[in-house]
């Protein structure tokens, strides 16, 4: 009896010890964000360990030290990369590492760091990357200490400007976290899942999986992958066991999942493949990786289609800033745009002109986004003196390797963009270039994934030395859309996407009459705007665009009328930090967006949202606050309805119907102070009714928050506007009262802004004025629970405060 309590002891503890192995070279992934030591400008020594870090500043990443600097136009970044400082910052944080990882495998994974890193571990020198928007990571195993101090030490170099042609920000702008794993493991994007046959009642899986040996003598392994869906229900599994007898093996499982959830822009489905690399039963690592189910073509005839359904896309080109966040990624940040969006009926995005942060494509996985997935701005030819045409023939290749093993399991990506309005699009007799560079960069995609490809042109002529190369499965056209309806005959048999479309200008709440007047900035793209507002204002009517551009609507009709016209990307969905064209300093961001850089939308945001969505909509505008007798143009956007009829202190200004493809109506009437009120009507039934009254002087401020309930997670985020309204409630739609802002409680101000490209206040200041009645406070979480006061102050106006909740 003793002798069998003695053997299950020993068997117990066999067990236990197996669990505690299995445990023990699991998969670790740690953030690594918290408790930096940063410094701008020149130090001497800083890679070693015993440097005095001591009055450095502390703060956590993602962070833009850009963005805390002030607007100059002697910036070398120029007010077209956004009139902020660049410079040289160091980043130092001291860590610990248990014993117990020792003998394990340790890396340290940057999501982008703006640019030129350099990066060392105790003083061992680990790599640069140049490139500002890959992602890299480097292994520390070899040279930690284990239960004493390790120093990792980042290097970033962004003095050499102009360097980009928009706002880049500086510094390790997005995330950092530290993996940890045994010696045999699933290496870095090493798991590819890919579904070459799918229908509603079956789809088929392949997951090829890439196993790392860092042991010297041959390993067994089984690898085991399970497939859940979204309920995290098994739907599949699969065994397989191999010997490592290298370095590095891959092993290729297939699966068949019946009656699959399939991804769309509608319900965007995901499951997820967890593959764990056993000896014996002990679990020496485990993967998991998100994926989606569906399948889609590019016909040249109809377009795209999604599981069998034709779809345009409906998309939108953003830069990667956050606005007032500059390009410190947020997770939140990046949502709430994503959401602004969604509502106005977009459903694309493309990622001009870079890889994206990996968050915002889970974003795109989770919300239903088709993305355009961007590689490059520039080859071997420059744009800007200092920009990556520097580092390309060195770095070209292992960048655009890494971008596609990253990305190429999010469902979001659909088409991979190689390029945008490359210089060598025009070539000399002669000169091969362009073909030569296109047909390589499609080779190493086609060789990683088999999505489409293509590069956004501007120039859309069959001269185009990209184009001629053959390399594109889809040509892309940025403007021209008058081009549109005859790309068959220009391209025979070719697939077509409006890579890059509109640029059409616009100032929220500012309106220039006639209406109807149209207002080209600057008349041609190489000429100096010679006319213009002098308040640096562009009317919102959208009568004002570019001259390679076009307004909203003019390229709304053609999308909507060409079926070949397979999706369309808006030039932009936000307003963008740099390139404030056509507008010289001191405007500092863009006027292309649909939404400002404060997030609140322009009038055009409910054309979009009254053409491309099926929700009731009625927006008319202007404001009602004018001259008296001045003549005024009233549009409307609106759908689900016939008719609008338009009223003036109650009485009738007449009926306006949609005529031909037109997308608004409009009436133009002397200004009488009262209140405009519009009736949209369907069969003689009343659809919606909007009102807008003439505003009186500034009364109050009325505060609102996207959300009440934040997480006391440390980077979770309440927007707050603060909007001036008179005594009875209607915003003062020239206010621009300074506001300032507090809060109480387990929160703080992580920016302001108020949509104003000309605004010379700084984004990380707690004071705004109001630009057209409206300003912006992002208020961020601390890491404990609690309540949360948000005030707004103004002077000769009466205080105002909402609570939010940190849990």
Known sequence: ????????????????????????????????????????????????????????????????????????????????????????????????????????????????VYRNSEVWINGHYLGKRPNGYISFQYDLSDYLNFDKANVLVVKVDNAEQPNSRWYSGSGIYRNVSLITTGKVFVDKYGSHITTPAVSEQKAEVVVKTTLKNKLKESQKVIVKTILYNAKGKTVAEATASTVLSGTSAEITQ??????????????????????????????????????????????????????????????VCNHHDLGALGSAFNVRAAQRQLELLKKMGCNGIRTSHNPPAPQLLDLCDQMGFIVMDEAFDMWKKEKNKFDYHLDWDEWHVRDLEDQVMRDRNHPCV?????????????SKEGDSTGRIIARELASIVRKLDNRPITSANNE???????????????????????????????????????????????????????????RIWPTAWDKPLLTGNADLTCSAYDNCRTPWGSTH???LKVFANLDHVSGMFIWTGFDYLGEPTPYPWPARSSYFGIIDLAGFPKDVYYLYQSVWTDKPVLHIFPHWNWKAGQTVDVWAYFNNADEVELYLNGKSQGVRKKTNDDMHVVWRLPFEAGTLKAVSRKG????????????????????????????????????????????????????????????????FIAGVDNGSPTSMESFKDTNRKAFNGLALAIVQAKNKSGKVIFTANAEGLPSASLELIVE
């Open 684 to 747: 003689g039934k009343e659809v919606l009714t909007k009102e807008i009254s003439t505003a009186g002087k500034a009364a109050k401020i009325v505060l609102t928050a996207d959300r009440n309930k934040i997480k006391a997670n440390g980077v979770d985020l309440s927007f707050v506007t603060a909007k001036i309204v008179d005594a009875n409630g209607n915003m003062v739609p020239d206010a621009d009262n300074q506001l300032s802002f507090t809060v109480k409680g387990e929160a």
């Open 414 to 426: 659909f088409i991979w963009s190689i390029g945008n309005e490359i210089p060598e699009q025009w």
């Open 254 to 315: 297939n699966f068949n999942v019946a009656n699959p959830s399939l991804w769309s822009d509608v319900t965007p489905s995901l499951y997820k493949a967890v593959t764990r690399i056993q000896s014996g039963s002990a679990v020496l690592d485990q993967y998991e990786t998100s994926f989606g189910i569906r399948y889609f073509s590019f016909d040249k005839d109809k377009g795209f289609s999604l599981n069998g359904k034709l779809l345009k896309i409906k998309g």
């Open 553 to 555: 609507e003019e390229t």
């Open 460 to 518: 859309v002529n069959p001269s185009n030395s990209i184009i001629q190369s053959g390399a594109l499965d889809l040509i892309g056209y940025n403007y021209n859309h008058d081009k549109f309806g005859k790309f068959h005959e220009t391209y025979p048999g070719k697939k077509f996407i409006a890579s890059e479309t509109v640029s059409a200008l616009q100032t929220r709440g500012h309106y220039d009459m006639p209406s109807d007047s149209m």
């Open 1 to 112: 009896m003793h002798k069998i309590k003695y053997l299950s002891c020993i068997l117990l503890a066999v067990v236990n010890l197996q669990i505690a192995v299995a445990q023990n070279n699991s998969r670790k992934i740690e953030s690594f964000n918290q408790n930096w030591k940063f410094y701008l400008g020149n130090a001497t020594n800083a890679t070693e360990s015993s440097f005095d870090d001591a009055k450095w500043r502390t703060l956590n990443l993602p962070h833009d030290w850009s963005i805390e600097g002030s607007f100059s136009k002697d910036h070398p970044a120029t007010p077209g990369g956004g009139a902020l400082p660049g410079g040289t910052g160091w980043y130092r944080k001291t860590f610990t590492i248990p014993q117990t990882s020792k003998g394990k495998s340790v890396f340290i994974n940057f999501d982008g």
